[in-house]
């Protein structure tokens, strides 16, 4: 169970595909703890893979990868840096490439595209945070970050998207729930 003041997160509405009309997964999650979710996009470009994140996509190291940048805020508060890779052979000529909002956001933008995720790999860990991090989300001294590497993945694990995502985190919970068929 959470401590009481502590935010508990399900990763399940930010990797499944939205409906037509539907808010974002951070939008929604923010009003239901009675708060605004927003985001701003920082940054969307083609950059060499690094490491980790050729790893995750199964692609050669520096093979070029389509990034989105984003900042999320909470009440107009930093909260989360998340930075979303995508193949190029993907994204490349879609609107995961382009520098704008995508309606539904990108999971729903990938089942559209005939690459739904359904199989997903998170890993978490805590870690002291850069001072790019620490600026960012304007961190206390001594504050750690969590951060948590998602792996989205279609029926036939072809993964189609890694993202990098750095959270404050006090007062955050995460939850895992699992279905089994």
Do not use: F, N
């Not at 070029?64 to 930075?83: A, I």
């Not at 029926?155 to 993202?163: K, L, M, T």
């Amino acid at each position: 169970m959470a401590e009481p003041g502590t935010w508990v997160s399900v990763s399940t509405p930010y990797v499944t595909p939205r409906s037509p009309g539907d808010r974002e997964a951070w939008a929604a999650e923010a009003a239901q703890h009675g708060h605004t979710g927003t985001q701003r996009l920082i940054e969307v470009s083609e950059v060499a893979a690094s490491p980790v994140v050729a790893e995750a996509l199964r692609l050669a190291a520096d093979e070029p990868v389509v990034v989105r940048r984003r900042l999320m805020l909470l009440d107009d508060k930093p909260v989360e840096l998340t930075d979303s890779y995508y193949p190029t052979a993907i994204a490349r000529g879609t609107p995961l490439a382009e520098p704008r909002k995508i309606p539904g956001g990108a999971v729903t933008l990938l089942a559209e595209l005939g690459h739904r995720p359904r199989r997903i790999t998170e890993d978490v860990s805590s870690r002291e945070p850069t001072a790019h991090e620490r600026a960012a989300l304007a961190l206390d001294p001594q504050e750690w970050v969590l951060r948590l590497i998602r792996v989205a993945a279609t029926d036939s694990g072809q993964p189609v998207e890694a993202s990098m995502i750095t959270m404050k985190a006090r007062h955050r919970h995460l939850r895992y729930q699992l279905t089994i068929d």
